[in-house]
């Protein structure tokens, strides 16, 4: 039962460092989602996929850059970090909603990271 | 625009009944969501509105007024479990969802 699994779980980076940050999931979704999440202000979406190949803008999508080349993955690139980038980073997938219905998300278990 | 509200932290005893309030102001409206998240945690769904009036699940329900853009979740039974933040969220189109600040909820013996 994997479900959505990120990686890597921690990480600290320097300022201007760049990494990248995976998101895999077995459920066959179509759609995938990456958020920030920081204290007092909730889950903020980042960018978003609903197929593969597609991706499109969130709430917050300065500074980061996402790419959908297989379905299963979903990967969040940060190309040159700050510290306002320090957060926690969710990554979650959904199945195709049913009419106007939405479907719930399930999420990955986050990766934390700083940037010093 | 998007605007999510509900209540920063709430503190209720073990066994007793809570209920977490949810209002919100969407350009869009795709259903409503519950989300629990323990310290540390994901994010788990826990229930779903996208018709007006009350879903029961066990010990969680969930309420919508879509006319009053409102929405709440009720805790019975209150365990020492259940001490986590509630997320509450509004979907929209792409399967997008906003999500409110969560509410912190501590159960106390």
């Known amino acids: 039962n994997a479900g959505v699994t990120q990686t890597p779980k921690f990480r600290v980076l320097k300022t201007g460092q760049s990494m990248t940050l995976l998101c895999a999931q077995d459920?066959?979704?179509?759609?995938m989602y990456w958020y920030r999440q920081d204290p007092g202000m909730g889950l903020r979406l980042i960018h978003y996929?609903?197929?593969?190949?597609?991706?499109a803008k969130g709430e917050v999508p300065d500074g980061y850059n996402v790419s959908r080349l297989k379905k299963q993955n979903f990967l969040l690139g940060l190309e040159s970090a700050a510290p306002s980038q320090t957060s926690v980073y969710f990554c979650?997938?959904?199945?195709f909603g049913q009419g106007v219905a939405d479907q719930p998300q399930h999420f990955g278990d986050g990766t934390r990271l700083s940037i010093l | 625009g998007q605007n999510i509200d509900q209540p920063t932290e709430m503190t209720a005893t073990e066994g007793a009944i809570v209920q977490i309030n949810c209002t919100y102001q969407?350009?869009?409206?795709?259903?409503l969501f519950w989300y629990q998240q323990h310290a540390g945690e994901a994010p788990t769904f826990l229930s779903y509105?996208?018709?007006?009036g009350l879903e029961e699940k066990g010990r969680f329900s969930s309420f919508l007024s879509r006319s009053k853009g409102y929405s709440y979740l009720l805790l019975k039974e209150l365990q020492m479990k259940d001490s986590a933040s509630y997320l509450c969220?509004?979907?929209?189109?792409?399967?997008?969802?906003?999500f409110g600040g969560g509410t912190r909820v501590l159960v106390k013996p």
């Open positions: 996929s609903v197929g593969e190949g597609t991706t």
């Open positions: 459920m066959n979704h179509e759609y």
């Open positions: 969407t350009s869009g409206f795709n259903g």
């Open positions: 969220a509004v979907g929209a189109a792409g399967n997008k969802l906003t």
């Open positions: 509105n996208v018709l007006d």
């Open positions: 979650a997938s959904s199945p």
